[in-house]
């Protein structure tokens, strides 16, 4: 296996045993080769390959029977919740490039519908941003932001068009208490539809999720997060 040096090498064996999954190579309910195997395999060492199975499980791919070994589960799942923690680094540990596109970014005054819907106390000043992610100029997902204003100090020198999952809390080590997140699928309409390109018997995934900081658990922000149900070129068929 030729290894991309842009990228860690336990990403690159979890993708290549994925690929072998969905391509029916290793079929479902069929034990996976020995650890020592792998590693002889991928030419890579036990912390490697383990690293590359345990991402594999989290992911529902394989499984493990205690004391007997690691099996396949099923060659097409969900994806974990990691894209919706962050997008960017989902997409670009696959080796693949995401763009952005400032739809909008304002100040605003949180009214009783907002603070109804974000969780954020009505008369708050917050920092508003819009965003539409694309992948290789194809929008992917939409994103509403709601930076409580007590806060925009951290996005002073920011440019909204990086990841902002990254720059808060891999840069800023920003500390989260809590985090609430919910789910729905519903039929794709309005402007979230027009700009996400999505057909007319499209459905679309939406997500609300709401990250707390400190000892008093006050908001940082709310993020609500558009995108199609279905998002094959991320390299799943369905987005749940």
Not at 43 to 62: C, F, M, N, P, Q
Not at 69 to 98: C, D, H, W
């Amino acid at each position: 296996m030729q290894y991309n040096p842009s990228l860690p090498v336990y990403i690159q064996i979890k993708e290549d045993i994925i690929r072998k999954i969905r391509l029916g190579i290793w079929k479902e309910n069929e034990k996976i080769p020995s650890e020592l195997k792998l590693m002889e395999e991928y030419h890579s060492g036990r912390g490697t390959v383990r690293e590359a199975i345990k991402l594999i499980i989290d992911e529902g791919y394989l499984y493990i029977k205690k004391g007997i070994g690691t099996f396949v589960a099923q060659r097409e799942v969900g994806i974990s919740i990691e894209p919706f923690v962050s997008l960017t680094y989902f997409i670009k540990m696959r080796g693949l490039n995401i763009s952005t596109k400032i739809l909008d970014k304002k100040e605003i005054i949180i009214d009783a519908e907002l603070a109804e819907k974000t969780g954020i106390k009505e008369n708050t000043k917050c920092l508003f941003v819009k965003r539409l992610r694309m992948m290789d100029g194809r929008p992917i997902g939409l994103e509403v932001f709601h930076f409580v204003y007590e806060e925009e100090n951290f996005f002073k020198d920011f440019n909204f068009e990086n990841g902002i999952s990254h720059y808060l809390f891999e840069e800023l080590k920003v500390s989260v208490t809590k985090m609430n997140m919910d789910l729905e699928i519903v039929k794709a309409v309005g402007e979230e539809k027009e700009l996400l390109q999505l057909n007319d018997d499209s459905k679309m995934m939406i997500s609300n999720r709401v990250v707390y900081v400190n000892d008093k658990k006050d908001i940082l922000y709310h993020l609500k997060f558009y995108c199609g149900e279905k998002l094959s070129k991320i390299g799943m068929d369905n987005f749940v």
